[in-house]
């Protein structure tokens, strides 16, 4: 009996020293206590709450999950801002399989002892900010699946040792600063599904032909890499590839035949590269392919007529290359095609008809070809279309009315072609109708007054057609309207007030029209207006001084009108102008002071032929930004010396006014041209003979002498002249043709160029015109560097010998446009002129109707 109650005493006594070891936190929790204490201080940490030091073990702790004997095996955090470095206390773990950090902003490095977790199958550190480089120690997890570190700041190379992960399945390092070759070991990843590298710009060389020893991959990724050489043939091996994405990087020569093999295939993505070859046939043998992206290569020949074979095509992208013939029939084979893009080819014949037998088709794109014919009416059939761009093409007839069935229509480009007839009322009956864009066609009659059921119209332009009426006051009842162009076609009557209700519109381009009555004051409400451009029109009446309530305007243009009074003072309120044309008007009086105080306007400011007077105001010497100024054709008067002070300058003309004093003694000054400052008598060029001048005195008898003896001699050869002239008449005038060709070619270049005035004559053939207008034909010129330009030859001017104030369009649009910068104006890159033959020079867009 006692010996029982000694053992149960002693037994008592080890349980009791024992209690603290058996309820104390083991060594794995402490460590991701420790862990866990470089970051307490942030508000994340709040996430951990459940991390309690009283717990004997971490595996009730949110994030972690442990083996049937309480050792970690899984940690997984994603999406909590965690401001430390990579857990290093983990390395230790031994029967950790799987470690998930991301998403949270870990920073340092790698540690190289990752290679101590030997259990290891998943590592996913991605999408976090890691730096250095991967180490070769990731080679020593021979039990490792799947390798996730895409998205984070890793440099250096992909380490070779990455083959010795034999059964690893997933690869992921897309999205870092990885650079030098794909390693030829990844072939040894037999079991590999996965591989993404893409979005490492410093990954060069070829894709390694090894990787066909990849037989499971499914996912192949290099895109926006700078990956190069040709697409290896033995890629058609891969049985089970789902996806080839091999976009935005360096590679060339031809699609081959082979990956027709690739029988599992669904997406194709190789755009943005030099492949060049025609599209194979074999191609479209594969029955699953979804999705094929192939725009913006050297591609040529003709779009496959089997196409219309992979009935499960959904997106079909082969912009922007050399394709030519005809859009296949077989087309109309894909009842689930969603997308057709073949904008910028040399496709020809006309305008399909079948397109409207696709009936899942939501996306068109056909611009920048030779398509032909009309626009078919069956178009109307598809009810999903949301966009829908033909422009540039040579497209006849009307516009169908049934395009009003597309219901879902969101966008239609149908500009630079040969459409005639009215705008189709029905159109405007489109809810989610946001761009309306028909530029440069013949298009005739009135803008419906059923515009204004458009309530989603952003952009609308109609410019450069045959409209005629007026402007429908209804087009106030487009309040989301940005963006309105109706420019260079007869519209007549008065700018509705009713456009001081569309609230969000930026730029206002109603030029060359026949415009009557004044400019409306409701103008003032258009706060977000960039761009006003009421140029060339009848207009009348006064500048309205509310405009300066405009205070968002980069350039107003009002020239060419019969505008009146003086120019507000509340202009000088508009400080982001940087062009202020109002030439070619009625106005008068004195240059505001205010005007002086636009420091903002760098372009131009142009005032010439109206009836200013008056001084230059003092305030001019602040326009320090302004490259071009056109004063000429006023009353004004006084000193130049006050734009001596403009050291940007690159233009100036003052001519035929009445200023006085010698010019600015500045560089600019002494190398202007004659032209820019005659018709001022006051003036003196040389300053020496201006000093002796004014010291000099004349006998008032001698001076009328000399003017006698002046005008008796300019009446000789005045009836000289005449008599020359009527004798030789005849002659010059067949003579005059011949002459003109023998002129050069005079060159003004806005822009470093790097192209030849040869390059550019020389492609001014009729097969090169893409547009005509009212102002002259539009070619598409490709330079010897690759360089696609637009070139604008203007119609001849109508009068010789003198200037035409309203029909002279070629120095109208050099002072608008030589220096504009602006995100929905063409960028001038020079001017050339050979006697009366006149061209612009301009950026082409090649995505975007070049009007835009």
């Known amino acids: 009996m006692l010996g029982d109650q000694v053992s149960a ?81 983990v390395l230790s773990f031994p029967r950790l399989s799987s470690l998930v950090i991301k998403g949270v902003n870990l920073t340092g490095e790698i540690p190289p002892a990752i290679g101590n977790l030997s259990e290891l199958t998943t590592l996913d550190l991605s999408f976090n900010g890691m730096t250095g480089k991967i180490p070769p120690e990731i080679g020593e997890l021979s039990m490792l699946e799947s390798l996730s570190l895409n998205s984070n700041f890793l440099q250096g190379v992909i380490p070779t040792s990455i083959g010795n992960c034999s059964v690893l399945a997933e690869l992921e390092l897309y999205d870092n600063e990885l650079s030098g070759r794909i390693p030829t070991e990844i072939g040894k990843l037999t079991s590999l599904k996965t591989f993404r590298a893409g979005g490492n710009p410093g990954i060069s060389g070829e894709i390694p032909p090894e990787l066909s020893s990849c037989i499971e991959l499914d996912y192949l990724g290099l895109s926006d890499t700078g990956i190069s050489g040709t697409i290896p043939a033995s890629l058609g091996e891969l049985k089970k590839l789902r996806t080839l994405s091999v976009y935005t990087a360096n590679l060339a020569g031809e699609i081959p035949e082979s990956i027709s093999n690739c029988s599992a295939l669904e997406d194709l993505f190789l755009y943005q590269n030099r492949i060049s070859g025609s599209i194979p046939e074999e191609l479209f043998l594969l029955r699953s392919l979804k999705r094929i992206l192939l725009w913006q290569n050297n591609l040529a020949g003709q779009v496959p007529t089997n196409i219309g074979n992979c009935s499960g095509l959904l997106v079909i992208d082969f912009s922007v290359n050399s394709l030519s013939g005809e859009v296949p029939p077989s087309l109309a084979n894909l009842a689930s095609l969603e997308e057709l893009l073949l904008s910028e080819n040399e496709l020809s014949g006309e305008f399909p008809r079948f397109i409207g037998e696709i009936s899942s088709l939501k996306q068109l794109e056909l611009d920048n070809n030779k398509l032909s014919g009309g626009i078919p009416a069956s178009i109307g059939k598809l009810d999903n279309l949301f966009l829908f761009y033909a422009w540039q093409n040579h497209l006849k007839g009307s516009i169908p009315d049934e395009l009003a069935n597309c219901k879902k229509l969101q966008a239609l480009d149908f500009s630079h072609n040969f459409l005639t007839g009215p705008i189709p009322s029905q159109l405007f009956s489109l809810k989610n109708l946001s761009q309306l864009l028909l530029i440069s066609n013949s298009l005739s009659g009135e803008i419906p007054p059923e515009i204004g059921k458009c ?26 309207l940005s963006f309105l162009e109706l420019s260079a076609n007869r519209i007549s009557g008065p700018i509705p007030p009713e456009i001081g209700n569309c609230l969000k519109l930026e730029m206002v381009d109603l030029h060359a029209n026949q415009l009557m009555g004044t400019v409306p004051a409701s103008l003032e409400r258009l706060v977000h207006l960039n761009v006003l451009d009421i140029s060339l029109n009848h207009l009348s009446g006064p500048i309205p001084s509310n405009l300066g309530n405009l205070t968002s305007l980069n350039k107003l243009i009002i020239r060419g009108n019969n505008i009146s009074g ?48 008056g001084l230059i105001p003092s305030s001019f010497s602040k326009l320090s930004k302004l490259a071009n100024l056109d004063l000429s054709r006023n009353s004004l008067s006084g000193s130049l010396e006050v734009l001596g002070r403009l050291d940007n300058l690159v233009s100036l003309d003052v001519s035929c006014n009445n200023f006085s004093g010698p010019l600015p003694d500045t560089k600019f000054f002494q190398n202007l041209p004659a032209s820019a400052y005659l018709g001022n008598q006051g003036l003196c060029v040389n300053r020496n003979k201006c000093s002796r001048a004014v010291h000099r005195t004349k006998n008032s008898r001698n001076l009328l002498v000399c003017i006698f003896l002046g005008i008796t001699m300019m009446a000789l050869i005045v009836s000289s002249g005449m008599y020359l002239y009527l004798r030789s008449y005849g002659a010059a005038k067949l003579q005059r043709g011949d002459e003109e060709r023998e002129l050069e070619w005079h060159f003004t270049p806005f822009q470093k160029l790097n192209f030849s005035l040869t390059d550019i004559v020389s492609k001014l053939s009729e097969s090169n015109v893409i547009g005509k207008g009212c102002s002259g034909l539009v070619y598409r010129v490709e330079t010897p560097t690759k360089q696609v330009i637009a070139v604008k030859k203007l119609w001849p001017p109508s009068n010789e010998g003198c200037l035409d104030p309203e029909r002279d369009l070629f120095s109208s649009e050099v002072r608008i446009l030589g220096s504009i910068r602006h995100k929905n104006i063409v960028r001038l890159l020079g001017y050339c002129n050979r006697g009366q033959n006149r061209l612009l020079l301009f950026d082409y867009i090649s995505n975007e109707t070049f009007n835009s």
């Open 9 to 89: 005493l002693l037994i008592f006594i080890l349980r009791v020293s024992l209690l603290p070891t058996v309820l104390s936190l083991n060594q794995e929790g402490h460590a991701l206590l420790s862990w866990l204490s470089a970051f307490n201080s942030s508000p994340s940490s709040s996430f951990f709450s459940s991390w309690n030091q009283t717990h004997r073990d971490p595996c009730r702790w949110d994030f972690i999950e442990c083996t049937s004997d309480g050792f970690v095996s899984g940690i997984a955090i994603s999406s909590v801002y965690i401001p430390t470095g990579f857990p290093t206390q």
């Open 455 to 480: 309530t989603s119209l952003t952009r609308l332009r109609l410019g450069s057609n045959q409209l005629t009426g007026n402007i429908p006051p209804e087009i106030g009842l487009l309040y989301s």
């Open 566 to 613: 003086s120019i507000p003072s509340s202009l000088g309120l508009c400080k982001d102008l940087q062009l202020l044309d109002l030439s070619f008007n009625r106005l008068i009086g004195l240059i505001p002071h205010e005007i002086g105080q636009l420091q903002g306007l760098d372009i131009m400011l142009n005032l010439s032929w109206n009836s200013l007077s």
